[in-house]
């Protein structure tokens, strides 16, 4: 796993926790962050993959940087899954947003009054 964008100040190497998860931290969280502590669930996205198998509905799902979307292997036909989004481009055209409540999603959402979760 890399740091890349304002995620480049790595304060420590990752660790992998008995939880089987890997957490570390950063100076410079996101965009206008004060810094983050964050983890990484192995499969999770696989999951989320899983429940929108019969979806009606269009889904963007983005990675981050340095994932590289064809490890997750094949995907429902309405799901595109990217390392970037332009998020704010996409709230004005979508019925919800579904984020993790970050600050940065946060915003974007609350610039665009989309609802979100």
């Given at each position: 796993?890399?740091?890349?964008?304002?995620?480049?100040?790595?304060?420590?190497?990752?660790?992998?926790?008995?939880?089987?998860?890997?957490?570390?931290?950063?100076?410079?969280?996101?965009?206008?962050?004060?810094?983050?502590?964050?983890?990484?669930?192995?499969?999770?996205?696989?999951?989320?993959?899983?429940?929108?198998?019969?979806?009606?509905?269009?889904?963007g799902i983005a990675?981050?940087?340095?994932?590289?979307?064809?490890?997750?292997?094949?995907?429902?036909?309405?799901?595109?899954?990217?390392?970037?989004?332009?998020?704010?481009?996409?709230?004005?055209?979508?019925?919800?947003?579904?984020?993790?409540?970050?600050?940065?999603?946060?915003?974007?959402?609350m610039s665009r009054?989309?609802?979100?979760?």
């Amino acid at each position: 796993m890399a740091f890349h964008g304002t995620c480049n100040a790595p304060r420590a190497a990752l660790i992998q926790a008995n939880d089987g998860n890997f957490y570390g931290t950063t100076y410079f969280g996101g965009n206008l962050s004060l810094g983050t502590v964050f983890h990484r669930t192995p499969g999770v996205y696989e999951t989320i993959l899983d429940a929108l198998e019969d979806t009606p509905a269009v889904v963007g799902i983005a990675l981050g940087p340095g994932r590289d979307p064809t490890l997750l292997g094949p995907l429902p036909r309405r799901v595109h899954v990217q390392e970037w989004l332009p998020i704010p481009h996409l709230l004005d055209h979508a019925a919800a947003f579904v984020t993790h409540g970050g600050f940065n999603s946060v915003k974007e959402a609350m610039s665009r009054a989309c609802r979100w979760s």
